[in-house]
């Protein structure tokens, strides 16, 4: 079973507008991580938040985590086309990562 | 990715077939991992491995075997392969089982 769950499953927007992605899961964590996988390549890591965390800014990206309602999010801000892509969150119980089905973003030039 | 390079690429194999995929590292990182990535279904830790033999199932493990013999190297065995292994499979690497990992570019595997 999938222990992060991306929402929405796919996001469609225009250049230069933002996007944000949510995440939920099941179980306590020690941190968050999100990837992007463009179509046909492996998965990137963007950005760990560690549990103790809320907010955690890398460039464009902004993620936020809230363990109390065992979710995140991610946010990035001013969208280029080259963000098109799938974003998967992930957390790591005992000793593998368990990763969403991720949200599929498009952004129109 | 730099690092960490999986073979083949691709692959078309028959039903019934044993098939054997290669992950190799350069990185000398402890951990190792096989996933398989469905539509669907995300992606899905078949075996792990925290060390030279020292390996241990994830959670769609059946039908598939691992081994590593050498910290560069973690090999995943189809024992006879069937058409619902079909899939992408990807390597990924890691310093501790907790962070960031580095994936390889993935195998893309047809059984027919």
């Known amino acids: 079973s999938q222990q992060g769950e991306e929402d929405p499953q796919a996001l469609s927007i225009q250049e230069g507008e933002n996007a944000t992605m949510n995440c939920s899961y099941k179980?306590?964590?020690?941190?968050l991580q999100w990837y992007r996988q463009n179509s046909g390549r492996g998965l990137v890591h963007l950005i760990l938040?560690?549990?103790?965390?809320r907010e955690k800014h890398s460039g464009r990206l902004r993620v936020t985590l809230d363990t109390s309602k065992k979710s995140s999010s991610l946010l990035i801000t001013a969208s280029r086309a080259a963000d098109t892509a799938s974003y998967f969150c992930?957390?790591?119980?005992?000793?593998?990562?368990?990763f969403g089905a991720g949200t599929r973003l498009t952004v129109k030039p | 990715d730099a690092g960490i390079t999986q073979s083949p690429r691709h692959k078309v194999t028959e039903t019934g077939t044993p098939v054997t995929l290669r992950c190799h590292q350069t990185?000398?990182?402890?951990?190792m991992y096989w996933y398989r990535q469905d539509p669907g279904h995300g992606l899905r830790l078949i075996h792990y491995?925290?060390?030279?033999?020292?390996?241990d199932k994830g959670e769609v493990s059946d039908g598939y075997s691992v081994s590593r013999s050498k910290t560069e190297d973690f090999l995943l065995t189809l024992e006879s392969a069937t058409s619902s292994q079909t899939s992408v499979y990807f390597c990924?690497?890691?310093?501790?089982?907790?962070?960031?990992?580095?994936f390889g570019s993935g195998t893309r595997l047809t059984v027919v």
């Open positions: 179980t306590s964590i020690n941190n």
């Open positions: 990185e000398n990182h402890r951990y």
């Open positions: 938040i560690r549990s103790n965390e």
């Open positions: 491995s925290y060390g030279v033999k020292d390996t």
């Open positions: 992930a957390t790591p119980p005992d000793n593998d990562m368990r």
């Open positions: 990924a690497i890691s310093e501790t089982d907790y962070y960031g990992y580095t």
